[in-house]
């Protein structure tokens, strides 16, 4: 099995910020893509951030230059540090990974389940 936790959501006043982790744990050979997607009240999920395995990264043009996606490989870890929150950044937040587990050849999607990152004032 594969586990990923979440933490760091919560409640914080426009203009602040929040960090987010996931750390993936359990029967893992490797670790290749991860990102972080969003989802709000009547909306379809949609991706954040994205670092690849080499660590390029990419964002959704409504976060770039507010958050920063980034990875500890030796904590099986992926971060989103979230600045000048806004209120439309309101939602749940759930980490994606892809990993080799050691029961698999394949490279699997794993999903986190989901924090709370509520703005407001």
């Known amino acids: 099995q594969v586990q990923l936790v979440e933490s760091g959501g919560g409640l914080v006043q426009p203009g602040g910020s929040l960090r987010l982790s996931c750390a993936a744990s359990g029967s893992i050979f490797s670790i290749g893509a991860m990102g972080w997607y969003r989802q709000a009240p009547g909306n379809e999920r949609g991706l954040v951030a994205h670092?690849?395995?080499?660590?390029?990264?990419n964002y959704a043009d409504s976060v770039k230059g507010r958050f920063t996606i980034s990875r500890d490989n030796a904590k099986n870890t992926v971060y989103l540090q979230m600045n000048s929150l806004k209120p439309e950044d309101t939602a749940v937040y759930y980490c994606?990974?892809?990993?080799?587990?050691?029961?698999?050849?394949?490279?699997?999607?794993?999903w986190g389940q989901g924090t709370q990152v509520t703005v407001s004032s």
């Open positions: 994606n990974v892809f990993c080799r587990p050691t029961w698999s050849d394949a490279l699997i999607s794993f």
């Open positions: 670092i690849s395995g080499a660590g390029s990264t």
